[in-house]
């Protein structure tokens, strides 16, 4: 008898559209308590996309990196390592955080999104077309954008300080301003 290994099962499920009952009437009898039980641990929103570079106990430390964690149909909990389609119900809901928390905790630029890629497209053209239908406007948007001046624009990521860093010290743009008088010339 085979012993079935968490990655076996979920490469037989990945791309399976079959639901599991039947899937386990096309799986060996002997084998079928071992997979079921196994099955029983995935869900939907467990299973990794294929070619995705797991984050989980891991820091992200560039913006090819942030690139790189966005780019799938879903994203992955950077807490306990599932996937989902939108994370911060998850992370509501489970992990009791919010999802500036989230991105201060694990050093991710405010814009992130915290969706897969899938969910975004949907979303982007569900808004699409409220705008086009004149159900959403853009009217108070002229007090929102003198609001946000305003506002606290949140922390930057270290990596992304480091590398603001790099270029100031590159460019030396205190030399080039006008502006600037340097007392030891």
């Known amino acids: 008898?085979?012993?079935?290994?968490?990655?076996?099962?979920?490469?037989?499920?990945?791309?399976?559209?079959?639901?599991?009952?039947?899937?386990?009437?096309?799986?060996?009898?002997r084998s079928y308590n071992a997979i079921y039980s196994k099955i029983r641990t995935l869900d939907d929103n467990n299973v990794k996309p294929l070619l995705a570079k797991s984050f989980f106990n891991k820091k992200i430390t560039s913006l090819t990196d942030v690139d790189e964690y966005i780019k799938y149909d879903l994203i992955q909990c950077l807490e306990c390592g599932k996937w989902y389609p939108f994370l911060p119900v998850h992370l509501n809901r489970i992990h009791q955080i919010d999802s500036i928390d989230y991105r201060i905790k694990h050093d991710l630029p405010a814009q992130t999104p915290l969706a897969g890629v899938k969910y975004r497209e949907i979303h982007r053209a569900k808004m699409n077309k409220l705008i086009e239908d004149g159900i959403v406007t853009h009217e108070h948007l002229e007090g929102a954008i003198e609001k946000a001046r305003k506002t606290d624009r949140g922390q930057r990521a270290t990596y992304e300080l480091e590398r603001q860093r790099e270029i100031i010290k590159k460019n030396q743009i205190w030399l080039k301003s006008p502006r600037t008088k340097i007392g030891h010339k």
Not at 4 to 26: F, G, Q, R, Y
């Open 1 to 29: 008898m085979k012993n079935w290994s968490n990655e076996d099962v979920e490469i037989l499920t990945l791309n399976c559209h079959l639901p599991i009952a039947d899937l386990m009437k096309l799986l060996p009898r």
